[in-house]
């Protein structure tokens, strides 16, 4: 991580910007080696999403139609059958 502080910047005689301070980071690019594919490790950090798809297949195993319909309901409102779409390719 790079840090500036009290930065002058200036372009032949005009100042573009003085005693600014800011902070540059750098995030990996690149998933861990993990057992899931990636799309599914960037879906992962949808706690929401996450949490509902567990709920499902629960509610599936259990055969519950009344939390299935609410929680396909509660899928929808988030557009959680949509989230794979969503994820930067």
């Given at each position: 991580?790079l840090?500036?502080?009290?930065l002058t910047?200036?372009?032949?005689?005009?100042?573009?910007?003085?005693?600014?301070?800011?902070?540059?980071?750098?995030?990996?690019?690149?998933?861990?080696?993990?057992?899931?594919?990636?799309i599914?490790?960037?879906?992962?950090?949808?706690?929401?999403?996450?949490?509902?798809?567990?709920?499902?297949?629960?509610?599936?195993?259990?055969?519950?139609?009344?939390?299935?319909?609410?929680?396909?309901?509660?899928?929808?409102?988030i557009d959680?059958?949509?989230?794979?779409?969503?994820?930067?390719?």
């Open positions: 991580m840090y500036f502080e009290q910047l200036r372009r032949g005689a005009k100042l573009l910007f003085e005693h600014a301070s800011f902070t540059i980071a750098h995030v990996a690019q690149e998933t861990p080696a993990l057992p899931v594919a990636a599914r490790y960037i879906m992962q950090g949808d706690a929401e999403l996450t949490d509902l798809e567990v709920q499902l297949a629960d509610a599936e195993t259990r055969a519950d139609s009344e939390a299935l319909a609410s929680l396909h309901e509660r899928m929808a409102t959680g059958y949509a989230a794979p779409a969503r994820v930067p390719a």
